[in-house]
């Protein structure tokens, strides 16, 4: 039986028994007003509003924590609430310990074979699997690879050295790139303010110095004044300077970046909100960073010296995304993730492969992850989980239903092991949450 059969089948047997009840009589008011009361208990498809949102999200939690283990999570949390099991008559404990077991014994090194099992199982689009195995190749052992959508049409695998951040220039920093549009600069002194630079006494300092020293800087701030701008570009044109000025606006987008290219340059950063003096801060050592590049789109920053901070901000970060609800921050995170990684490759969708694959980026991305956690956990084979589950004694029903779950999917269905694990516990704490609720309010927005 499909995927989609099944799913629908048991979509129905949830919504069709009076599992969840919206109780009119005798329902306490909540305040003394008549409408308010109609409001509250006036409301239809007490599943569609209350349950199937509970359900989508352990499934995308799950996905998440482990690749293909979103799609196991829907499908057994289905049946988990269709079934007539009591909250009481649940075996939690005994459940996951044999989940554990089994998925102990059944664990396989990712192999070639493998691999490329994963990759057919989630794409069927050549391209896909092209660019994915050409990624792989050039990433090696030492470098991620990340995936989002391009702007051209055709895609495109590019290795990128360093951390880079992204970020659109503005037409006053434009004007002291060269006719490659680049700024391209080695053992680079780095001065990054959190703040605005409003007038050139407050560098001057540092003018005087690199003026003596010849050496190039990278001047980061919120904004800098026109006469700022303009004092520093005559010197630069003159030759008597080098200093690179890059304005960061406090935008949602911006709001950390400088913060993480402070960790790149493994500097400090000047905050005068906080009573640093620019004057005074500037008249410091400034640090030195091995290579930087400047481009209209983006800043690239080779520094050895700053990888353990770099590397520490980004377990920070990756511990924060996996505990975050809301999508806008987690696309932040992500892009700050990326940021921080150092060496990498990075794939980028073309228009042409969408229009091909219009879940192009998501079926990269899912195996992208897959490989990830498969390189950490090992798989799992499918037909394998099965048929250790079946030679179980006295199976739980919960373990009967989890059965049910993985016979819908492909018995030659390659899975990252995590995936077993995470979808049984993910979807067995919903399971009892929503057990263990005896009232439901719905609100209709009117």
């Not at 924590?65 to 269709?82: I, K, M, T």
């Not at 006469?227 to 010197?235: P, S, Y």
Request: aromatic share 6%; glycine share 4%.
């Amino acid at each position: 039986m499909g995927t989609k059969k099944e799913t629908n089948r048991l979509l129905k047997k949830i919504t069709s028994k009076d599992n969840f009840l919206i109780v009119k009589d005798s329902f306490s008011t909540i305040t003394k007003d008549k409408v308010q009361k109609s409001l509250f208990i006036d409301c239809e498809r007490s599943f569609e509003k209350l349950i199937k949102p509970i359900i989508l999200n352990t499934a995308m939690e799950s996905e998440v924590l482990s690749p293909f283990s979103g799609d196991l999570s829907f499908v057994f949390l289905l049946r988990l609430l269709s079934s007539n099991i009591d909250k009481r008559g649940v075996s939690k404990s005994i459940f996951l310990e044999e989940i554990s077991r089994i998925s102990s014994e059944s664990r396989n090194d990712l192999c070639a074979s493998s691999l490329n099992k994963i990759i057919s199982n989630t794409t069927k689009s050549d391209h896909i699997k092209k660019i994915i195995s050409n990624s792989i190749r050039m990433a090696g052992s030492e470098n991620k690879i990340f995936v989002e959508p391009g702007v051209s049409e055709e895609s495109s695998i590019e290795l990128v050295k360093g951390y880079y951040f992204k970020r659109q220039l503005s037409q006053e920093s434009q004007c002291f790139l060269n006719a490659e549009n680049t700024w391209e600069r080695k053992n680079v002194k780095t001065f990054i303010i959190d703040g605005d630079v409003t007038t050139v006494s407050d560098i001057h300092f540092l003018l005087e110095s690199l003026s003596k020293s010849k050496r190039p800087c990278i001047l980061i701030a919120r904004s800098f004044s026109p006469d700022v701008l303009n004092t520093l570009h005559a010197n630069f044109r003159r030759g008597t300077l080098d200093i690179m000025p890059i304005d960061f606006p406090f935008e949602q987008d911006t709001a950390n970046m400088l913060v993480d290219i402070t960790a790149a340059c493994n500097t400090d950063i000047v905050t005068p909100l906080k009573g640093d003096l620019i004057s005074k801060s500037c008249r410091k050592d400034l640090k030195e960073v091995k290579s930087i590049k400047v481009t209209s789109s983006g800043i690239t920053i080779i520094n050895p010296q700053s990888d353990r901070r770099c590397h520490s901000l980004l377990l920070n970060l990756k511990n924060r995304i996996q505990n975050e609800k809301h999508i806008e921050i987690k696309e932040i995170l992500s892009k700050r993730i990326t940021s921080l990684s150092g060496s990498k490759v990075i794939i980028k969708i073309g228009k042409y492969a969408v229009r091909e694959t219009p879940t192009a980026v998501e079926e990269a991305d899912k195996i992208l992850r897959a490989i990830s956690s498969a390189t950490k956990n090992g798989t799992i084979v499918n037909r394998d989980i099965i048929s250790k589950i079946k030679k179980i004694d006295s199976p739980t029903i919960e373990m009967k239903l989890f059965l049910e779950s993985l016979k819908i999917f492909p018995m030659d269905m390659i899975l990252p092991s995590a995936s077993i694990t995470i979808a049984a516990k993910k979807c067995l704490s919903t399971f009892h949450i929503v057990k263990n609720t005896s009232h439901g309010l719905l609100v209709d927005n009117i």
